[in-house]
Structure formats: C-alpha cells, structure tokens
C-alpha cells in the first residue's frame, strides 16, 4: 500500500506537466480558407465535415485536398477538393495577434480572404471571402477540441463554369458547423 501511495505522488506531478506542455493540434483551414501553415507529420484533424492529416512536416492531404507549405516562409500552395474546387496559393500574415489570410484559386471567383481575430485564448472571431461572406466564431474547449459556428452568405454557382453573372437570388444564408479532434498519430 505504500508503494502504492509513492508511485501515485510521482505520477501527479509527472501528469500535470505532461497536461500543461502538451500542444492541441489546431486545424489548418478557417472555415473554408487555408492558412499558409499545414499539420505537421503524423498530425491530424477529424471531425464533423474535416479530415486532415499530416504526411510530412510540410504537406498535409485530406478531405480539403492537399496542400505543400514552403519551409520556413508564410506562403503555401495546394488543389482543394472541399470548398474551393481549385489550385491555390495563400500566404498567411500576423498583425498583432490578428491573422490575415490571403489567396488566390484558379476559379470561380480569384481571390479569398479571411480574418481571424483572437478575442480570448479560447475563442476567436472569424470572417472570410470565399464565394461569399462568412462569419462566426471558433472555440476552442480543450487542447484538442475546435467547434466552429458560423453562417455563410455564398453562392456556388459559380463551380457551374457557366460564367454567368451572379445575381443576388443566387445568394444564400445558412448555419453551419464544425466539430474537430485533434491530436497525433
């Protein structure tokens, strides 16, 4: 029973440290715009419409297609197959904590954006241009949970390729969501 007690009052302290120093693996897109830094390897992201997984310290393949981050720099490139349905290229820039993320795809619209403000170390506000506007908020409730609620104002007639003018009717407001786990392999 002693020996019991001694090997519990080691392996709280060790359970702490282990608890305070571990990384979440945080997801690697806004809501539907990528930042320029991918998961690293062995790394990945699961969950309700997201799966991502690290292949490399620099390229990361899932459900959002594959995307290369060049080492040691804030510009990526890849081919999505969710939402963006195109090559890209993004660069991701902080300005005082405040993430800016801008890009440019093959189709149908060019450019995208987003913006992410952190308005406590668990919650961040989030805005894009993709297709649309979308707007909403990330929390983030443990190292390795995201849950993402947002709305989208968009439009995907433009994957159409018909290249037609997009009229305001062709606009729609919907709630969405995201749950993620994150972790390593």
């Known amino acids: 029973m002693y020996i019991k007690i001694k090997i519990l009052f080691l392996l709280i302290p060790i359970t702490l440290i282990f608890t305070i120093f571990a990384q979440g693996v945080e997801p690697t897109w806004l809501f539907t715009v990528p930042k320029a830094d ?9 969950g309700f419409i997201y799966a991502e997984l690290g292949i490399t310290d620099n390229a990361e393949i899932g459900l959002h297609g594959f995307k290369y981050s060049l080492p040691d720099s804030n510009f990526a490139f890849g081919f999505s197959l969710y939402p963006l349905l195109t090559p890209y290229i993004v660069t991701s820039i902080d300005i005082d904590s405040v993430g800016l993320h801008l890009g440019i795809k093959a189709a149908p619209y060019i450019f995208f954006a987003g913006l992410e403000l952190p308005v406590s170390k668990k919650l961040r506000i989030i805005a894009e241009l993709n297709n649309g506007l979308f ?3 990330r929390i983030l409730p443990d190292k390795h949970w995201t849950l993402d609620i947002f709305g989208l104002y968009a439009t995907y007639e433009g994957y159409r390729y018909k290249y037609k003018k ?3 009717e062709d606009f729609y ?3 969405w969501i995201h749950f993620i786990y994150s972790s390593k392999l």
């Open 166 to 168: 997009v009229e305001y």
């Open 135 to 137: 707007f909403g908020v």
């Open 173 to 175: 407001l919907r709630p």
């Open 38 to 46: 991918n998961l690293k390897e062995d790394q990945f992201n699961i």
